[in-house]
């Protein structure tokens, strides 16, 4: 059985929309207004107008098409702060009779309502034939209507409806009409031995989310893997080596030439009121923060204290490739009490971070991470701010009894990743910081976390965006909240203007897929406490002031007339399954009629519990071969610039974000969903939202065998990974 439904995506939104608002009328699609799937797969953001009847009855045969469009913005999908998407729509109209011939009419007007038409926003005026610019919605379902108007200024819709469209996400529908049939496994199903919580279960107690629907067959599902948690060997005998209490980082500064001793160690640490195995470099967690000067060597003397093979990974470091950390291709595995010297390099300024490259799904959630800062000579390369604050953003997952256990063969979780239900601020629950009325801050921000992609905001601070993986942006940029996926990281300024406590938070719309629904998720990841005594000196002016980068500005002014054109080379993002239990395939089937560009939260724990690599597959194609993941073999030199274009396949049975990192390199994203980026910062790693087209401009600098892959730790442990050659 393989990933895809077998739809067509030329009729995947007109079928849907008919079934949904009504038989499309005979004849009516004849030389149907076409979607530009490079702004996005057609299915998912680009729907079509059906006219109403009374329109067609008077002979007019009118077609239209609204384009559900990226605002611009410097992250490559737009949310609100409660993690709502935020579409611009766009549409194309032709065939519309004169408004008067409908009656006393002489304008069309554009209309977005929720479903139930408990709010009807107005969008524009709408042409008789040609292209109308509605601005933003900002609803999770919603409809677009167009109206016959008396006058162009009316606020609410009085004539009649001549097209209507509906969002694709209210395809999602409860489930319950189907039971999936069964509401169990069949008889004979191949995974019954694996189902039920018979006494001594360890996959027993895997929480579900607060108020979200689930079948019975979905929660007996248990994967075909063995259990691992920490305090066991491999082998299965207990750990018997040395456990040290977690502390927290330690700073670390290091001139040219310096060398750090860095071991991966059995820790004890305290979640709450539960007391936890885990790992930390030097026993910290997070790792030590390495903090040198741009352009400087450092020796790292690492040894391995654990039970896992593992070794370094320095992402986002554009160094040496034999120090680039990955088992198998750039070095052999560190094995238990051995060690290995990493010589590193750090030509670039920014915020970068260390973990482990074999079985990160383990070893990264358990710990094993740690920040890097590489100093600019540019003493005012970030500009003014009262103190500075590095925030490692992570997530647990916790059951009943501990941490819900790892899959000792393979991975767990390969579906959609291991999201966890405790969230984590360099390392523990509960982030506190006391500041000074009107204090600005410098928030350096890293998302380790397995899957989760957090929206960050602070609920009535200011922010603005300062800079990004590998360096500024070209100009700082005002921000309601922080879009930051899986290994991505920000620099953001905030400042704290009133007396009072301030909540970090991340706040995303969760899906329900049983009920066919959103509702709101809100974690408190901490809270800053602003005091009544004022900051000095007084920031505001400069923290008002928007700057622009002159540097970072004239160092991709170089790479400017590459960024248009047709791809060089692409890559499909895609998945397949394989023996999924009957429930599950069905329960698949009917969610794959939609998916939402941003999976927030994981409401589907055990269907996503039971999926290892036997049963899915997560895959890179190069659509010009047919090749995938570790087949595609490109290869580059030294100073190629390579347009590079994602996209997120649509006819899958799940679909999902990927958060795409490539080693070694360094790349500008110059669009997303054929909407050109307009302020840019140097990445390795980008968000490439569900059904989506993401154009990157790769710089070839570095010489080596590098890795691309999605830094969703079970993604990767499912296949999702390909390597390239740059030769010097």
């Not at 979607?35 to 107008?49: A, M, N, S, T, V």
């Not at 994967?223 to 080596?241: C, F, H, I, T, Y």
């Not at 595995?333 to 260390?354: K, M």
């Amino acid at each position: 059985m393989n990933g895809r439904p077998g739809w067509k995506s030329t009729a995947i939104g007109l079928v849907a929309v008919a079934v949904f608002v009504g038989a499309v009328p005979e004849g009516w699609a004849q030389g149907f207004l076409q979607c530009d799937p490079d702004r996005g797969h057609p299915d998912l953001y680009c729907i079509p107008l059906i006219p109403a009847p009374a329109v067609l009855e008077g002979g007019a045969t009118p077609e239209g098409l609204v384009e559900l469009g990226r605002p611009p913005g410097p992250f490559s999908l737009s949310l609100t702060p409660d993690g709502r998407v935020r579409h611009r729509l766009r549409m194309r109209t032709t065939g519309l009779p004169s408004p008067a011939a409908l009656g006393d009419y002489e304008s069309y007007i554009a209309w977005a309502a929720t479903p139930a038409l408990g709010e009807v926003v107005r969008l524009g005026e709408v042409p008789r034939d040609g292209v109308a610019e509605l601005g933003d919605v900002t609803f999770n379902t919603f409809l677009v209507l167009v109206s016959a108007e008396p006058a162009g200024q009316v606020e609410q819709p009085t004539g009649p409806f001549v097209l209507r469209a509906q969002s694709p996400s209210m395809r999602m529908t409860p489930a319950d009409f189907l039971e999936f049939a069964l509401g169990s496994a069949p008889e004979g199903d191949d995974h019954a031995a694996h189902m039920g919580a018979a006494e001594g279960d360890p996959w027993a107690g895997v929480p579900m989310p607060p108020g979200v629907m689930m079948l019975p067959a979905m929660m007996a599902l248990r994967p075909s893997v063995e259990a691992w948690e920490p305090g066991r060997r491999l082998d299965g005998s207990p750990w018997e080596g040395e456990v040290v209490d977690a502390r927290p980082r330690e700073l670390v500064r290091l001139a040219d030439g310096d060398s750090l001793s860095l071991d991966a160690v059995y820790v004890r640490r305290s979640i709450g009121d539960r007391s936890l195995l885990g790992y930390g470099f030097n026993g910290q967690i997070p790792g030590p923060l390495i903090w040198v000067s741009e352009d400087a060597t450092i020796t790292v003397e690492f040894t391995n204290r654990i039970d896992w093979p593992t070794a370094v990974h320095w992402h986002g470091i554009r160094l040496d490739n034999r120090f680039d950390g990955v088992p198998g291709l750039t070095q052999p595995a560190v094995q238990p009490g051995e060690s290995f010297t990493y010589e590193i390099r750090f030509p670039d300024p920014g915020l970068y971070w260390y973990h482990p490259h074999h079985r990160e799904d383990v070893q990264q959630d358990l710990g094993l991470a740690g920040n890097m800062i590489v100093e600019s000579p540019d003493e005012d390369y970030y500009g003014p701010a009262h103190r500075e604050e590095v925030v490692m953003l992570d997530d647990l997952l916790l059951g009943e009894h501990g941490l819900v256990p790892f899959g000792l063969e393979r991975a767990t979780h390969a579906l959609m990743g291991r999201f966890g239900n405790t969230m984590l601020v360099n390392g523990a629950p509960g982030y506190e910081l006391a500041v000074t009325r009107g204090e600005v801050v410098r928030f350096f921000f890293t998302n380790v976390s397995n899957t989760r992609t957090f929206n960050l905001s602070f609920e009535s601070a200011e922010m603005k965006l300062v800079g990004g993986d590998v360096g500024n942006f070209e100009r700082e940029e005002a921000i309601e909240s922080l879009l930051i996926a899986p290994a991505e990281r920000y620099v953001v300024h905030v400042r704290f203007a009133e007396t009072g406590t301030v909540r970090l938070l991340n706040r995303v719309q969760g899906i329900d897929h049983i009920a066919g629904r959103f509702f709101p998720e809100v974690d408190t990841l901490g809270a800053v406490r602003v005091g009544k005594a004022p900051a000095d000196p007084d920031l505001g002016d400069s923290f008002e002031n928007l700057r622009t980068h002159d540097a970072v500005l004239a160092d991709i002014d170089a790479f400017r007339d590459r960024f248009d054109g047709p791809p060089d080379l692409e890559l499909e993002l895609d998945m397949s399954v394989q023996d999924v239990p009957l429930a599950v395939d069905r329960l698949m089937r009917v969610d794959s009629l939609y998916f939402h560009p941003l999976e927030a939260s994981g409401t589907m724990p055990m269907m996503n519990l039971m999926a290892t690599p036997e049963e899915v597959e997560w895959t890179v194609r190069d659509p010009s071969t047919g090749l995938v993941n570790e087949a595609i073999d490109w290869r580059f030199s030294v100073g190629d610039v390579v347009r590079l274009r994602l996209t997120s396949v649509r006819e899958t049975l799940h679909q999902m974000q990927h958060p795409v990192h490539i080693h070694g390199q360094r790349f500008l994203v110059v669009a997303v969903n054929g909407t050109p980026t307009q302020n840019l910062a140097w990445k390795d790693t980008v968000l490439v939202p569900a059904g989506a087209t993401v154009d990157l401009l790769l710089e070839i600098s570095n010489p080596g065998r590098w890795m691309l892959h999605c830094h969703i730790a079970e993604h990767l442990e499912a296949g999702m990974s390909m390597v390239f050659t740059v030769s010097p």
